[in-house]
């Protein structure tokens, strides 16, 4: 099913400093790209999200950088903060219809 | 966005049983998805459950094993039939964002374990 990549798999940052996850997908028909954010025992939540006629968008910390001649992009959160630490998902799909889930990057960030 | 209610959020089973999770939204949604989420895997689409048609199955998940019901625009049930401990894993419901807009918004998850 995975038509998306994701990596790292893992993050280690300091407080203070910049997250940034890549995600790679295959599908040119995709037309959404979600990203989102998973604490434990919860489910995900919807953090920021992309179409694919802007290469940038950013809300407050979180930007997500969109490269479609690449089939690339990326979340970037600046200034993180401990209570960033969860798991981050990109996602994409067509038409709102079967999102297609990245395998998720384990952030955690450092006090 | 919707809201949803997901229930139980966690059971442990023991093999052999079946277990139904129920998804209640606090508005009319047209599409509901449900999904497995492995420990610390991503996040599978086990099917599509559109009101008054049966659901739309992924490659590798079948009607037999994982019924769902879809009464209604609000609420949606997904069973998981014969468990074994292969079947331990968070299953959310998932909805489209009410209004046409794009995203979905998902429950809290059933924890399930199978002993």
């Known amino acids: 099913q995975q038509q998306v990549k994701q990596s790292p798999q893992s993050l280690i940052v300091q407080k203070g400093g910049i997250s940034i996850i890549n995600c790679a997908y295959e599908?040119?028909?995709?037309?959404?790209f979600p990203w989102y954010q998973q604490f434990p025992g919860k489910g995900p939540a919807l953090l920021i999200a992309i179409r694919p006629d802007v290469s940038e968008k950013k809300e407050g910390r979180f930007t997500i950088s969109f490269n479609k001649s690449a089939k690339q992009f990326s979340l970037h959160i600046m200034d993180s903060q401990p209570g960033d630490s969860a798991t981050y998902f990109c996602a994409a799909s067509y038409n709102n219809n079967d999102m297609r889930f990245g395998a998720g990057t384990r952030l955690t960030v450092k006090p | 966005s919707a809201v949803i209610s997901q229930k139980p959020s966690r059971d442990i089973c023991q093999r052999g049983t079946s277990l139904t999770i129920q998804c209640q939204v606090d508005?009319?949604?047209?599409?509901m998805f449900w999904y497995r989420q492995q420990p610390g895997q991503s996040l599978t689409l086990i099917a599509t459950?559109?009101?008054?048609?049966?659901?739309?199955?992924e490659s590798g998940f079948v009607i037999d094993k994982f019924p769902i019901s879809r009464p209604n625009l609000t609420f949606s049930t997904l069973t998981v039939s014969n468990m074994s401990p292969e079947d331990s894993s968070i299953y959310l419901c998932?909805?489209?964002?009410?209004?046409?807009?794009?995203?979905?918004?998902f429950g809290s998850g059933t924890r399930l374990t199978v002993v």
């Open positions: 508005s009319q949604v047209t599409m």
């Open positions: 998932s909805v489209e964002e009410p209004g046409g807009i794009y995203g979905y918004t």
């Open positions: 599908n040119t028909a995709f037309d959404y």
């Open positions: 459950a559109n009101q008054g048609s049966e659901a739309t199955y």
